[in-house]
Structure formats: structure tokens, C-alpha cells
């Protein structure tokens, strides 16, 4: 049995992809802050690892404790859809630490087990935002940097077996909606070909594709999910 290690698979897309690899029989680690609406452990091929992703020290240690990772999902992100002019210290500090740099230290410590057993998958949830910019200048920041961090470590661990792709989806029917303001919804969904958000479980099916099914050749590439918002 296969394991897959899921980040922010508690909630929204992570859930979906989540419930997706439980469904076909893989042993799904999940790793969240929070538990308390959580279901899916109660199937015995699912473990629910409580973590805070801005912990970068102890990033070595979690890994270490879950073992072998065949297959990673660096889901967990955040936005906090703040003014440019006005963005606390702190909350750039937060979300560079779990946008960027935890999936970084994630893809370092797992990426040693897939190299050593001879391959492996990795699959990175980053965002249109990284491509055509977004109000939330730290979000669109942190998710180009996601991008480029696919075609970075792709080119790095390829030659040994590892296959690192992501996702670029709009936005999806997700808590993260709350944050953005009706008249954003309302001008992304006149943009968009059917005139709606993605499911949850659209995404969620392209990253299970990446990280099992789609050829080998398919190494370093983003799969944009916008339905049209940018089309190219």
C-alpha cells in the first residue's frame, strides 16, 4: 500500500483529494492545525497528524515520524487578503512560511525516501494568482513562487525518478471564498465560460491524476483550472 502525505487535507480541496486516495486504497496521512470537523479518520487507511506548517524546525521530525512518503500533496495555503500598503510583518512572515517555505522543507524531507525507493510523485495546489497577479500581493507572490518551485525541484529530482508537477486553479467553492469580495466573485464569474466556481473535487481529481496516473514525461508542468478566467 502506497502512502500519500496530504497537507491541509482537513478542509476544501485538501479534503476532496484526500477522500480520493482513501477511496482507491492508498494509506493517507493528513496533516492539518485543525481536526474538530475531521471524519475521514475513522477509515484504517487514514491518519489524521495534527501540525502547524509554520513550525519549519520541526518539518524534519514530522516527516521522520510518518516514514516512507511515496506520494506528497503540498496543499496547505493561505490568504489573508489585506492591502498592500497595509500588510502586518507578521502576516507576511505567516503566509511565506506556510505558502513557500514549508512545502520547500516538505519536498526536501520526503523527496529522500522517493529517491531511495526509486521514484516518486509530488503535486503542488498553487493558484491563478501566481499567474496574473492578485489584490492579495503576498498570496499571488507565494503562489508564482510555488510554480517555479515545481519546475525548480522537477529539473533537480526528475533524474532520479521523482515527478514534481502542481495545479493553477480560480477560485473554488472553498472557505477560502469568504475572503474575497462579492464584487471580485461577481466579475471572476463573468470571465469564466459556465459561469461558476470550481468544485473542490475538480481539483482534486487533477492532482490525483498527476500523482499517479499521468505519464512519466509530464514533469515540471502546471495544469491551469480556470475555465476560461485565463485562457492560453
Known amino acids: 500500500m502506497k502512502t500519500v502525505l496530504i497537507t491541509g487535507g482537513n478542509k476544501g480541496i485538501g479534503l476532496a483529494t484526500a477522500e480520493k486516495f482513501q477511496q482507491n486504497g492508498f494509506l493517507v496521512k493528513v496533516v492539518a492545525r485543525d481536526f474538530s470537523k475531521f ?4 477509515h484504517d487507511n487514514v491518519e489524521a497528524i495534527p501540525y502547524d506548517l509554520e513550525d519549519l524546525d520541526g518539518i524534519p521530525k514530522l516527516v521522520s515520524d510518518i516514514g516512507t512518503v511515496d506520494i506528497l500533496i503540498n496543499n496547505a495555503g493561505i490568504m ?8 502586518p510583518p507578521e502576516k507576511v512572515e505567516q503566509i511565506l512560511r506556510i505558502n513557500i517555505l514549508s512545502p520547500v522543507a516538505l519536498i526536501r524531507e520526503t523527496s529522500r525516501f522517493m529517491i531511495k525507493n ?3 510523485r509530488i503535486v503542488n495546489n498553487a493558484s491563478i494568482a501566481g499567474e496574473i497577479g492578485h489584490p492579495d500581493i503576498w498570496y499571488g507572490i507565494t503562489k508564482a513562487g510555488l510554480i517555479n518551485m515545481t519546475k525548480s525541484f522537477a529539473k533537480l529530482l526528475g533524474p532520479k525518478g521523482v515527478v514534481v ?3 493553477a486553479a480560480g477560485p473554488v467553492e472553498t472557505d477560502m471564498l469568504a ?10 464569474k463573468n470571465t469564466v465560460y459556465t459561469g461558476r466556481f470550481a468544485y473542490a473535487i475538480e481539483v482534486a481529481e ?8 499521468c505519464p512519466e514525461y509530464i514533469n515540471g508542468i502546471c495544469i491551469d483550472i480556470n475555465n476560461g478566467a485565463f485562457p492560453r
Open 39 to 42: 471524519t475521514l479518520d475513522k
Open 206 to 213: 487533477a492532482m490525483y491524476w498527476l500523482a499517479t496516473g
Open 179 to 188: 475572503v474575497i469580495p462579492e464584487q471580485r466573485k461577481k466579475d471572476i
Open 165 to 167: 508537477n502542481a495545479v
Open 118 to 120: 526509486g521514484g516518486g
Open 80 to 87: 489573508h487578503a489585506l492591502p498592500y500598503d497595509s500588510y
